[in-house]
């Protein structure tokens, strides 16, 4: 019997937590490749984050991170442009870098 007063973690959950944090990180690596197939195909005219929320399916509050994580990756850019969401708001236009371009979605 462990010490009185001590913590126990019952062994059942941390290997689901561990379970639930590798299918984060994999969910995150899908949202992010489905993402920049979209920046991709969309080349020079660019992509806004309610865009890319309509065409992928996405929930808008995963859409920044994961653009945020190509943006670090060098693979996406903020363009000049700006475009209307849905609500009329104005949003920025976000494009696959020539890094992205050259190299391809893999």
């Keep these: 019997a462990p010490p009185a007063g001590a913590t126990v973690i019952c062994a059942s959950v941390a290997p689901a937590a561990s379970k639930a944090a590798a299918e984060q990180k994999t969910?995150?690596?899908?949202?992010?490749k489905r993402?920049?197939?979209e920046y991709?195909?969309?080349g020079e005219n660019g992509v806004t984050d309610d865009e890319m929320t309509v065409t992928t399916g996405l929930n808008p509050d995963s859409i920044?991170?994961?653009?945020?994580?190509?943006i670090d990756a060098g693979l996406v850019e903020a363009t000049l442009k700006k475009r209307p969401t849905r609500k009329g708001r104005e949003a920025m236009v976000w494009q696959a870098t020539r890094k992205a371009m050259e190299g391809g979605v893999q």
């Design 64 to 70: 920044r991170p994961r653009r945020n994580e190509l």
């Design 35 to 37: 993402m920049l197939v």
């Design 40 to 42: 991709v195909a969309a």
């Design 27 to 32: 969910d995150a690596h899908i949202d992010r």
